[in-house]
């Protein structure tokens, strides 16, 4: 008759009853079926299907990333996460197309594929700012973008802002023995020409941010600091991404800066900032 049986068993298994069929192959078994057949799997054709782990809709991207954030990792943990009604690798799939990123991608899909690919974990506040920017990319071009794409646009846009202000050195010392106010002087290539800058803060981040005040070159306010780690070890490079509001026309807008030392990458995060602003 007309029953696929694979689908029938594979119902059963998202409803936490086993068929007792193996089908961790699922696309072995689907390869031999076209090739005897000569007939194809069509590519939304259930558990099967090319695109069937695959999401375009926005928000459909964003209920996936937040279901895989809260995801129980635990053996034996009930699979919970929306659109998926099972784990693709149960049936020997993988994460890789679930995300598809195109001019209707939503933000949140934006940022699954670049912390998934890349381990940037954006913070939520940033997402819509760059999500805009790939949505924008993948209009003008009229195609999906991958997510080595993906990563070009977030390197070029926040990784490589070196202009107009580029950080050449600075040196941080201690005010109190507490380490609690430190004095920061730098020096700063602002458009070509050299600057020393100076200035005081509880931390290097703060201490920058008052000599570029002291410099004339502030107008901005830091609202929010967030890093992580990029890997594990002792060559572990850190993450950090810094929000500021342009005192002149209330823009928020976002850095990135990377670094093996992280009070170095707060430092390019925010250099990274003040140039986006400009």
Request: proline residues 4%.
């Amino acid at each position: 008759g007309n029953l696929d049986l694979v689908t029938v068993a594979l119902n059963l298994y998202t409803q936490g009853v086993h068929p007792q069929l193996n089908l961790s192959n699922l696309m072995e078994i689907r390869n031999i079926y076209e090739r005897n057949t000569r007939m194809t799997v069509h590519p939304r054709h259930p558990y099967a299907g090319d695109l069937v782990f695959t999401a375009f809709s926005g928000s459909h991207q964003d209920a996936i990333k937040k279901g895989m954030d809260k995801l129980d990792k635990t053996p034996g943990a009930v699979w919970e996460v929306p659109y998926l009604p099972i784990d693709p690798s149960d049936i020997g799939r993988t994460y890789e197309a679930i995300i598809r990123i195109n001019s209707q991608s939503g933000k949140g899909g934006v940022a699954f594929v670049l912390e998934r690919e890349n381990g940037y974990e954006m913070p939520k506040r940033m997402h819509p700012e760059f999500g805009e920017h790939v949505g924008k990319v993948a209009d003008k071009l009229g195609r999906e973008l991958t997510p080595v794409e993906i990563f070009d646009l977030f390197r070029k846009d926040y990784l490589e802002r070196s202009t107009p202000l580029r950080l050449e050195t600075y040196e941080v010392v201690a005010r109190r023995a507490d380490h609690e106010e430190v004095e920061m002087t730098a020096f700063v290539n602002h458009d070509g020409r050299m600057k020393k800058i100076a200035g005081i803060g509880n931390g290097p981040i703060s201490a920058f941010v008052q000599a570029l005040e002291n410099a004339g070159l502030k107008d901005f306010n830091v609202l929010e600091f967030r890093q992580h780690s990029l890997s594990t070890g002792s060559g572990a490079q850190a993450a950090c991404y810094i929000e500021i509001k342009r005192t002149s026309d209330q823009r928020h807008i976002w850095g990135v800066g990377v670094d093996s030392n992280i009070e170095m990458a707060g430092l390019k995060a925010l250099v990274c900032a003040w140039n986006r602003a400009r």
